[in-house]
């Protein structure tokens, strides 16, 4: 059984576009960059993500792109834009949502 070695990535976000910012996170959480990839093994790496507040946004995106979530009840979808989220939750919520989408893809 071999040993993994997970490596510590620290990444400065400041005038970085947010979709690319999430593929490069993303690669490096799943171990795409190692050697001896493969999708049944836990390869990757801790991600640390600085300066999130100088983090760009393309394009109108930030007043215009709306994320759903439904709570399980009868009519219970719910929308906020980008704008709403990075008010309330931060700019953490949004680089998680955009890394979790490229990692479904």
Do not use: W
Not at 60 to 89: P, Q, S
């Amino acid at each position: 059984m071999e040993v993994i070695q997970r490596e510590k990535h620290i990444i400065d976000a400041n005038g970085q576009v947010l979709g690319r910012l999430a593929t490069q996170v993303a690669v490096l959480l799943r171990g795409k960059n190692k050697v001896g990839f493969a999708p049944h093994k836990d390869m990757g790496d801790y991600v640390t993500i600085t300066n999130l507040d100088k983090l760009k946004y393309t394009g109108k995106k930030f007043d215009n792109k709306i994320y759903y979530h439904h709570t399980l009840y009868l009519g219970g979808l719910k929308k906020a834009t980008m704008k709403e989220v990075h008010i309330k939750k931060g700019p953490e919520e949004l680089i998680r949502k955009a890394v979790v989408a490229v990692l479904r893809c």
